[in-house]
């Protein structure tokens, strides 16, 4: 049974660039939610993708959009790339209105 | 205030020690708690969840939840190295709400 799965997982980029992270979500699972997480801080939500939707966001600028796939897997993209945006990426899935999240590996996001 | 609140430690304790965890929570009408284990450099993995008053056991790790007093802890019985980590505290706060606010951890270290 596949878990999440979440590419590329190292990535650098410069100042100004555009990024495209993606997911797939867990078997069985429909929901996807991508969360932020800083060096020694706990994941901040980005925002909830739920038939082909965005079901939910947080406080994260419009910078941030993501994307649903017919097949589930999604998709977050990140405009004007900032220093500030340096930060583990982590894409998590739950099947339908359950809040149990699992989490993918997480992509490593390097902005210089 | 935050959200979700936790002694950032680091908590250490000896091998075969009982670890305790807590987590303090800001919005009463909060419904599902979850604790993930978090290795360095890894992603988050879900330990356990509750989502009633009292005490929930699976093997070592007991939580136990008090909504009156809104905490939650974690209880980690026969601490071993490997038990070595990054503890966080995740709640959901309402049931039309779908993300997940997490505390920003307590580092816990097993000591041989």
């Known amino acids: 049974d596949a878990g999440v799965t979440q590419s590329p997982t190292h990535l650098i980029k410069t100042r100004g660039q555009q990024v495209t992270l993606r997911c797939s979500p867990k078997s069985g699972h429909d929901t996807v939610s991508w969360y932020q997480q800083a060096l020694g801080q706990g994941p901040q939500f980005i925002f909830q993708?739920?038939?082909?939707?965005?079901?939910q966001r947080g406080n994260f600028p419009d910078r941030f959009s993501g994307h649903q796939f017919p097949n589930y897997s999604s998709e977050l993209n990140v405009n004007a790339l900032l220093l500030g945006d340096s930060a583990l990426y982590l894409c998590a899935s739950s099947p339908g209105r359950q809040k149990t999240q699992y989490f993918g590996p997480g992509t490593r996001l390097l902005v210089l | 205030q935050k959200e979700v609140e936790q002694n950032s430690g680091p908590l250490s304790v000896p091998e075969g020690a009982i670890a305790s965890l807590n987590c303090t929570y800001s919005?009463?009408?909060?419904?599902?708690f979850f604790w993930y284990r978090q290795y360095s450099g890894k992603s988050p993995e879900l330990i356990m969840f509750?989502?009633?008053?009292g005490d929930k056991e699976d093997g070592r790790f007991t939580a136990q939840l008090n909504k009156a007093s809104q905490y939650v802890s974690l209880l980690i019985r026969d601490s071993q190295p490997s038990d070595s980590a990054t503890y966080l505290c995740?709640?959901?706060?309402?049931?039309?709400?779908?993300?997940?606010?997490f505390g920003a951890g307590t580092t816990v270290t097993v000591r041989a």
């Open positions: 919005d009463r009408g909060s419904q599902s």
């Open positions: 993708y739920y038939e082909e939707e965005e079901r």
């Open positions: 995740a709640v959901n706060p309402r049931s039309n709400d779908y993300k997940l606010s």
């Open positions: 509750i989502y009633s008053n």
